[in-house]
């Protein structure tokens, strides 16, 4: 069936715009999760929800960072103000599991990511 | 420091050789263990889980646990090509969200 699909694949922007980035989750999957990946560093989880709950990670990097989800296999993240710092590849995850249930942090599905370039 | 550390690599290696991966980690409360494999331009996918201290084995991937040391390994047995990605070894930390090494580059040659 089909999987987790993230777009655009690639995406440019300058410096102090927006930008809005979509995740496709797996129908059905209650939870979701947005990471940013960078070279070196590892993956750090931005936001996740789970249904209709929204809970962000607020923190690292700061409240730029939040997460939409109009319908339940929809995500948008959404970077206020970006940085250069904020170039990354951005990696949305779902699980058929509730995010409380052990399980679902590791039955996670992953989409292609977003390489995000902020110049 | 990192909660989790993983070297980078690149690790190569020939065609059919044993393959090591490892991490190391600081906080003893961590508890489940994840491998994910990455290959270029793709998101990650699970390879592995284990819990408890010991080894684990699916076909030719065995991973191990050493709480005590804090110490967790991947080992690929007859490494193909095809296992040529980069490797990411992750653990439940609080909150129910996962910490993530970054990930070891595995060059395996034909």
């Known amino acids: ?119 | 420091q990192k909660e989790v550390e993983q070297d980078p690599g690149p690790l190569s290696v020939p065609e059919g050789a044993i393959v090591s991966l490892n991490c190391t980690y600081s906080n003893s409360a961590f508890q489940y263990f994840m491998w994910y494999r990455q290959y270029s331009r793709k998101g990650p996918e699970l390879l592995m889980y284990t819990y408890s201290s010991g080894n684990k084995e699916d076909g030719r991937f065995t991973a191990q646990v050493d709480k005590s040391s804090k110490y967790i390994s991947l080992f690929i047995r007859d490494s193909q090509p095809s296992d040529s990605a980069t490797y990411l070894c992750a653990m439940k930390g609080s909150n129910y969200q996962l910490i993530w090494g970054a990930g070891t580059k595995l060059i395996i040659k034909p």
């Open chain 1, 1 to 119: 069936g089909a999987g987790v699909s993230q777009s655009p694949r690639y995406k440019v922007a300058k410096r102090g715009r927006d930008v809005a980035l979509r995740c496709d989750s797996i129908s059905g999957h209650v939870t979701l999760y947005w990471y940013r990946q960078t070279l070196g560093q590892g993956s750090e989880v931005l936001t996740y929800s789970q249904s209709d709950a929204q809970r962000d990670k607020s923190g690292r990097p700061s409240g730029r960072f939040s997460a939409e989800r109009p319908e339940r296999s929809v995500s948008t993240l959404k970077i206020q103000r970006t940085e250069q710092g904020d170039s990354a590849v951005y990696l949305c995850a779902s699980s058929p599991r509730g995010f409380w249930a052990g399980r679902g942090l590791y039955e996670q599905y992953f989409g292609p990511g977003t390489r995000l370039t902020v110049t």
